[in-house]
C-alpha cells in the first residue's frame, strides 16, 4: 500500500460548532484528526477548538449519530451538522416514562394512554369539520385549560405534573394535537390552520438562536426527527410522556433544551420499521428545504439556581509527608471508586465551586482507564510503576503504581444474582434522580442473560419487594417493575438495606455474581441512618459473601459521605451518575469491571529504602488508610478489582540530600536505625507487596515486586504517567492543598494535553476543558 505524505503547512487553531439534525449544539462530540493522536470534545455549546494542518481529515462522531468527516483547507472554522442514525441506536434502550396512567403522580411529565389515543382518533374523524383549536400559550402555574378533569400540581418551576385522563372531544386530525391543552406550556401550532395539517410544537419558556424551538422526539429509547415522528402510526403508540426545562436537560443534555417528547409503542421497532423511516427521514429532509415549516420564537427560559447547602462531604485532611526511617510502611487498601470525579465534574458544569471534600483524588485518577498489560498465568492482576519528576515540583519525585485487573472472557461470566435496592422517597422525585435512575437501570437489564436473575427491593418510609427473583431474559416484565416506581414519603434506609441482602441471601448462586446494586441519592434519615449505623449494618452484611455497588443520583441534597460509607465498608464501588451518557459509560461500557470482581480484599503495602527516600506521602486514599498490622491480617475488609479494572496509585517523594519545605526530618534516634545496610539494596527504591482474595474465598494470597531506583526524565514517560500526573494535580489544585507549590492552569493543561493518546470516548479531551473552566 503506498504511504500517503503528511501535510508539510504549519499547524493553525481550527473552531467550529457541531449541531444535530435539528441545529440544536451536540456536547461530548469527538473532534479528532485522522492519523493523529489530537483528539478533543465540544463543550456544552457544542464548541471545539483543536490544532490541525491544512491538508489533514478532520473527523466527528458521536454515539446514535452519522460520522462526518472533511478535509481542511485553509478555512479557520469549520461548523458541522451531524445527521441522526437510528441504526446504530438499535441497542437503546431508554423507554418512556411510565406506561400506565395514574389519577395523581408527583412524577415531572404528562402521559397520554392508548385509550385515550384510540378515542381521540375517533372523535377527530367525526369532528374534523370543526375549527382548528388556536394556538395558547399557557402559564405554568394555573389549571391547563379545557381540561377540568385534569389534576395539576407543581412542584418546582421547572416540573410540571399532570394526572392523565380521558381526552374528550378535541377535534384534531393528528395525535400530537391531543397534547394542546393538556400539558402546561406546550403549544401546538398549524401552518394552515386546518385540522390534521402539518403541526409545530413548542413549550412556553423554550427559545432557540437558530428559529428552531422543537422539542426532541424519543421514540422507545431512539431519538428521531420530527418528521419521522409524525410519521408513526397513532394505533401503535402505547403512551407518550412530555418533559421540560430543568427536567429534560438532566437527563439528555442539550438536546432536551427545547423539551422532549418520549413515545413507547405497544410493541418495539423492528430493524425493517427502522431503516424505513431513516429513508423516510431522508426524504422528508429533502422536501423541508424546498418549503420550512413555519417557525416560533419565545422567550428563553432562566437558569435554574441549585442549591448545594444540604449535599453532606466526609471531612478529611490531606496525607503529609513521612519519614521512612520512622514510619518505614504505608499500607492502604485499593480504590476503584470514581463517584468524586463525576460529581466534580457536575459542579464545574454548573459554575459553581467545588466542595473541598468532595474532591477524592484517588477517585479522580481512577476514573481514567490506562494501558497496563494484562497478567499472566493465573495473576489476578499484572503491577506496574513508573518513577519521574513530580510536575509541581521538580525537585520532588513521582511513583506511579498501576495495577491491570483480568478480563474474564463474556462466555466464562458466572450467572449473576443482582437486587436492585431503589429509594423511592420523596427526596427522590427530581428529574436527575429517579427518572434517572429508572432509565440507566435499564441499561444493566439490557445485558442480562436468561441464567441470571435481577429482583427489586423499593424503600421510602418501609421497604418493599416489588418484583421477586426474575430471569434476566424477561426484560419486558423487568422493565414493566421499574416504569411503576414513583416518589414519596421518608427514607428508611437501613432497612431497605436488611432487605435487600436477605432476597439476596435467598436466590444466593454458589460460585456466581451475587450482589446489591442501591441507587439512591443517600438521604436516609428513618431507622439506622447515620454514618456510623450504616457502617455497622454493612459490615455485618459483607460477611453474606454478597457484594455491593453504590449508584449516587441527584443534587442538593446529595449525600455523599454515605454511599462513600457502604462502598468502603461492604465489600463495593460507587459511581455518580449524572446523566444517560455517564450511566453508558459506567452500566454498559464498563458493565465487567463494575459488576464482577475478580479480587476482593486488594491490599498494599510499600516500604521505601531510605537510602533514596528522605520523605514520601502517599497522594490521596484518605479514606483508605490501613494499619500496617493490618494488611496481613484477612479480618481486615479492603477493596475489589473488577474484571478489567484498572487501578492506579501515586507517591510523592522527596529523594534524599534534596531540601524541602515541606518535610522536616526527625531527629536521630538511639535504638531506631534503619536496618539496610552496605551496599545491599542500593539499587531498590522500595518493596512493594499485595494481598488478596478470590471472590468467593476467605484466605489471601501475596505478591511481592522490588522497584528499582532508576528515575526518567518526564519527557520520557508514557501518556498514562503523564495524564495520571496532571489528573492529580488538578484535583490538588481543587482541594487547595499546601503541599504544591505550582497550581497554573495552563501548566496543569499542558501536561494533560501530553497525555491524550488512547482517548476513543474523549473523556481525557473533557477533563482538559473541565481544567480550562477553573482559573
Known amino acids: 500500500m503506498a504511504s500517503t505524505a503528511l501535510p508539510t503547512s504549519e499547524s493553525k487553531k481550527i473552531t467550529g460548532v457541531i449541531t444535530d439534525s435539528q441545529g440544536l449544539p451536540v456536547p461530548g462530540v469527538t473532534v479528532m484528526i485522522e492519523g493523529t493522536s489530537k483528539s478533543v470534545s465540544t463543550d456544552f455549546d457544542g464548541k471545539y477548538m483543536i490544532d490541525a494542518k491544512e491538508g489533514e481529515k478532520l473527523i466527528a462522531s458521536f454515539v446514535g449519530m452519522e460520522q462526518m468527516a472533511v478535509t481542511l483547507g485553509k478555512q479557520k472554522n469549520v461548523n458541522l451538522q451531524l445527521k441522526d442514525n437510528a441504526m446504530m441506536l438499535e441497542d437503546v434502550v431508554v423507554e418512556a416514562y411510565r406506561t400506565t396512567t395514574r389519577a395523581t403522580s408527583n412524577v415531572a411529565v404528562t402521559t397520554i394512554s392508548s385509550a385515550d389515543a384510540r378515542r381521540q382518533s375517533r372523535l377527530e374523524k367525526k369532528k ?145 420499521e427502522l431503516r424505513k423511516l431513516a429513508r423516510l427521514n431522508k426524504k422528508l429532509e429533502q422536501q423541508k428545504k424546498k418549503h420550512p415549516e413555519m417557525i416560533h420564537f419565545t422567550e428563553p427560559s432562566k437558569p435554574h439556581p441549585i442549591e448545594v447547602d444540604q449535599e453532606e462531604y466526609e471531612n478529611f485532611v490531606e496525607n503529609q509527608f513521612e519519614n521512612p526511617a520512622t514510619t518505614p510502611l504505608s499500607t492502604f487498601s485499593i480504590d476503584v471508586d470514581n463517584a468524586s470525579y463525576t460529581n466534580i465534574r457536575r459542579f464545574i458544569n454548573n459554575g459553581q465551586t467545588v466542595p473541598k471534600d468532595a474532591v477524592r483524588v484517588e477517585e479522580m485518577i481512577n476514573f481514567f482507564k490506562y494501558q497496563y498489560p494484562q497478567p499472566v498465568k493465573n495473576e489476578p492482576f499484572s503491577i506496574n510503576t513508573e518513577y519521574s519528576d513530580a510536575p509541581w515540583n521538580q525537585q520532588h519525585k513521582l511513583l506511579k503504581i498501576g495495577l491491570q485487573g483480568k478480563i474474564i472472557p463474556d462466555d466464562n461470566l458466572p450467572a449473576s444474582n443482582f437486587v436492585f435496592l431503589i429509594d423511592v422517597s420523596g427526596s427522590m422525585n427530581d428529574q436527575n434522580k429517579l427518572p434517572l435512575l429508572k432509565q440507566s437501570m435499564k441499561l444493566l437489564v439490557n445485558q442480562m442473560r436468561k441464567k441470571d436473575k435481577i429482583a427489586i427491593v423499593v424503600y421510602a418510609g418501609a421497604a418493599g419487594l416489588v418484583l421477586p427473583s426474575t430471569s ?80 449516587g443520583y441527584g443534587m442538593g441534597n446529595y449525600k455523599d459521605s454515605k454511599l462513600e460509607t457502604l462502598a468502603d465498608k461492604g465489600n463495593g464501588n460507587y459511581a455518580y451518575i449524572d446523566t444517560m451518557q455517564e450511566a453508558d459509560r459506567y452500566l454498559n461500557k464498563e458493565f465487567k469491571g463494575s459488576m464482577y470482581a475478580i479480587a476482593k480484599d486488594v491490599k498494599i503495602q510499600i516500604e521505601f529504602n531510605p537510602k533514596h527516600v528522605q520523605s514520601y506521602r502517599l497522594i490521596g486514599y484518605e479514606n483508605r488508610k490501613l494499619r500496617d498490622e493490618d494488611f496481613a491480617n484477612d479480618a481486615i475488609d479492603a477493596g475489589e478489582l473488577g474484571s478489567g479494572h484498572t487501578v492506579t496509585a501515586l507517591y510523592e517523594i522527596i529523594p534524599v540530600g534534596v531540601k524541602s519545605d515541606y518535610f522536616t526530618a526527625a531527629p536521630d534516634l538511639k535504638y531506631s536505625q534503619p536496618t539496610a545496610t552496605g551496599n545491599q539494596f542500593n539499587d531498590e527504591l522500595a518493596t512493594i507487596k499485595f494481598r488478596s482474595k478470590k471472590p468467593d474465598e476467605d484466605k489471601s494470597t501475596e505478591i511481592v515486586k522490588v522497584i528499582p531506583n532508576t528515575p526518567l526524565a518526564i519527557q520520557n514517560t508514557s501518556a498514562d504517567y503523564k495524564f495520571s500526573a496532571a489528573v492529580a494535580w488538578f484535583g490538588l489544585k481543587l482541594r487547595d492543598s499546601k503541599l504544591i507549590p505550582n497550581k497554573k492552569t495552563d501548566d496543569i493543561k499542558a501536561l494533560a494535553k501530553q497525555g491524550l493518546q488512547n482517548d476513543p470516548d474523549g473523556y481525557r479531551a473533557e477533563f482538559i476543558r473541565l481544567v480550562e473552566m477553573v482559573k
Open 128 to 272: 374534523a369539520k370543526n375549527d382548528a383549536i388556536a394556538s395558547a400559550k399557557v402559564s405554568s402555574t394555573t389549571q391547563p385549560i379545557n381540561n377540568p378533569s385534569a389534576s395539576y400540581v407543581s412542584n418546582d418551576k421547572h416540573v410540571t405534573t399532570l394526572a392523565s385522563k380521558t381526552i374528550d372531544g378535541r377535534p384534531n386530525a393528528n395525535f400530537i394535537q391531543t397534547l394542546q391543552g393538556q400539558v402546561p406550556g406546550l403549544n401546538i401550532a398549524t401552518g394552515s390552520g386546518q385540522p390534521g395539517a402539518n403541526s409545530t410544537v413548542i413549550l412556553r419558556g423554550i427559545g432557540s438562536i437558530n428559529g428552531n424551538a422543537e422539542p426532541l422526539y424519543v421514540v422507545n429509547g431512539v431519538p428521531l426527527s420530527s418528521a419521522i415522528f409524525k410519521q408513526i402510526n397513532t394505533n401503535d403508540i402505547e403512551s407518550i410522556s412530555v418533559i421540560k426545562d430543568a427536567g429534560a436537560t438532566s437527563i439528555y443534555g442539550n438536546r432536551g433544551r427545547n423539551g422532549v417528547i418520549i413515545v413507547k409503542t405497544k410493541k418495539a421497532l423492528s430493524k425493517k
Open 472 to 551: 434476566g431474559d424477561e426484560k419486558e416484565k423487568i422493565y414493566a417493575a421499574l416504569d411503576n416506581l414513583s416518589a414519596g414519603g421518608s427514607t428508611a434506609g437501613g432497612a431497605g438495606i436488611e432487605l435487600a441482602y436477605k432476597t439476596a441471601e435467598e436466590n444466593f448462586a454458589k460460585g456466581g455474581n451475587n450482589r446489591v446494586i442501591l441507587a439512591t441519592d443517600g438521604d436516609f434519615n428513618v431507622g439506622a441512618s447515620s454514618n456510623t449505623d450504616m457502617q455497622t449494618l454493612i459490615e455485618a452484611k459483607r460477611k453474606s459473601g454478597v457484594f455491593l455497588t453504590c449508584l
